[in-house]
């Protein structure tokens, strides 16, 4: 892979997806990349490089999920969902008592593990006469489909209470995987949306997860998107971003509530 070549897989990215790959990226593209060039049977990143900039081509979305990184895991960065169960979805419950309406988003869900995390809090806190519901997003279609799914290797879920596992999880043939049970997949849809181009959903969502997601992004760009998901949230609806995330000169519509969590402000 020339300088060349990742100078066009660098801008290339940033059009389609709004993610900066740094020039210490470099090897990791080169690793997820060359599987590619194996499945196309191509023989350099020049070829390569040309289906890119083609328009409209099959590629474009397998180069997209080749250039995700999708860690996750179940309940990461557990103060959030401690805020979330015992403040966050109190206040809403307040804020929502007549219509019993609760709307949350994970954007930037991976492979389901966040909004199911999300779920599995929703659920043993809130009755089920209320109409909940939980969009989970991504930019990868593959890590979508997987969350769809449910279904995660026993070791995912080793942190997690016996007591949720036994609530949530039921053993696959084999029990080598485990499946999320239905009464929690219910509360979820997930579909695959890029974040920087137009959504379809018209909201409002009371609370939004977006969490190290826009570390690959630019000042300009996050600054779009904070005043995009400010836009979405009800008055006083909470933002949860990442652990090396910051709200700090890039928008002023949120008040900080520590620890990476923010409130919009009324």
């Not at 066009?8 to 900066?20: L, S």
């Not at 593209?29 to 081509?57: E, P």
């Not at 590629?59 to 960065?77: C, G, P, Q």
Request: charged share 25%.
């Amino acid at each position: 892979m020339s300088p060349g070549n990742f100078s066009t897989i660098q801008r290339v990215a940033y059009e389609f997806t709004g993610i900066q790959l740094s020039d210490h990226k470099k090897n990791m593209v080169y690793s997820r990349l060359a599987r590619r060039l194996r499945d196309l049977d191509l023989n350099d990143f020049n070829a390569y490089c040309k289906i890119l900039q083609l328009s409209d081509h099959p590629e474009h979305n397998e180069f997209i999920n080749a250039i995700t990184t999708n860690l996750t895991s179940f309940f990461r960065e557990n103060h959030h969902f401690d805020y979330l169960k015992n403040t966050a979805i109190a206040a809403v419950v307040k804020k929502h008592k007549s219509d019993k309406r609760i709307r949350i988003w994970s954007a930037g869900c991976s492979v389901g593990e966040e909004p199911y995390s999300i779920a599995m809090v929703v659920k043993e806190i809130i009755d089920n006469d209320w109409d909940t519901k939980i969009l989970a997003t991504d930019l990868d279609s593959n890590v979508v489909a997987h969350g769809a799914a449910g279904i995660y290797d026993c070791a995912r879920i080793e942190s997690i209470s016996v007591d949720r596992k036994n609530k949530w999880f039921s053993k696959e043939p084999g029990g080598s995987h485990v499946k999320v049970k239905n009464e929690l997949r219910e509360l979820i849809t997930f579909k695959q949306l890029n974040l920087l181009e137009s959504w379809p959903m018209r909201g409002p969502f009371d609370i939004i997860f977006c969490r190290n997601v826009v570390i690959y992004f630019d000042k300009d760009t996050q600054r779009v998107l904070f005043d995009r998901y400010a836009d979405m949230l009800v008055d006083g609806g909470y933002l949860f971003i990442g652990h090396s995330e910051t709200l700090n000169k890039v928008t002023d519509r949120f008040q900080s509530l520590g620890k990476t969590m923010y409130q919009k402000i009324k």
